[in-house]
């Protein structure tokens, strides 16, 4: 699973150039009491999901602020020039932009000079700081253990591995279509279509990938038993917890949790935004859900379900994506379902 086929996977192979690297933090719009964007006359609706108590687990949470009048527009505004740049061959650098809730403020990072910067989004950095450019999660061979070479039926958090690819995977959670049909799924980016899945140790085959969508980084597998489980604890693992329900992430919720082939079960994420972008190589994705805190995902966990959890087991809300010195990124559960038509399968 090499990921330089298509999709995220074409920019997550990209070298970046020796030397420091800056991340530049724009405090673009503070956020400040006032009505939601949403009651604004011809607004764009918000992005921000509603918070339904009967599908989150319980957990910590932070102070959200609520989004001020303008707040949903500026940041598409600065989305769409970035996208614009990087369309037109901007894609020498990396941009991630969001609007946090926690901190008040719409951030861009990028490790462009500050010159580029400027060009793109019409504004200056208040603020430069040292540290890394939005990374790949690529691959990495290390030792198999039961979660890495998983049995029937199949499940979320396993290490899986295309044929043909430089290095294994993690298979997300299990969906099934409308005529009970159900399917794996991992990150586009680690397989092509029609590629032959194994287990990560070989021993046993996982299915087929029939389809694949970049957009959203989402790759389907079929052809064997899954089940609505998905592996919890560290990489050596055989423990297992039911998925029981999927649905939106709550910004400001420090519950999150995300199982991969590589780090294991990390938990302690806090969704701090749920409208992110990442542009890179000619290329944009989003909106992404916007995780902070916790270990970061490693080498191998690129596809690893995301979600949180409670004493009756795993709430689906996304699937990992990328990663970099401080941030995770995600799809979030709706744009993976809606892209697929699959609902989810519980154990």
Known sequence: ???TRHGP???RRRRRPNGAIAVVVFALLSLGAGPALDSEKGAAPSHEPARVASDRATGGSAAVLPVP??????LSRLQKRIAAHVAAGGGAYTFTSYLDRTTGRIVLESDAPQDVV???TGRRATASLPTRAVA???NRTVNQFHRRNDDSPFKGGAGVRAAGATGPCTAGFALRNSAGNVYSTSSASCSTTGARVSTESGVSS?????FQQPAVDVAVIAGRPYS???YTGNPVSTTTIPVVSAGDALVGDSNHCYSGRTSGEVCGGQVVSVNGQLCGGQSCWGPLLVVRGGALPQPGDQGAPFY???AAGAHARGQVFASNGSLCFVTPWRRLSDALGLSIHTG
């Open 118 to 120: 400027i060009a793109v």
């Open 69 to 74: 009048p303008g707040a949903t527009r500026e």
């Open 9 to 11: 996977g074409a920019w």
């Open 228 to 230: 609505g489980r998905i």
């Open 206 to 210: 996982h299915g087929t990938v029939i």
């Open 308 to 310: 949180t959890k409670d």
């Open 1 to 3: 699973m090499d990921g």
């Open 136 to 138: 790949p999660v690529q």
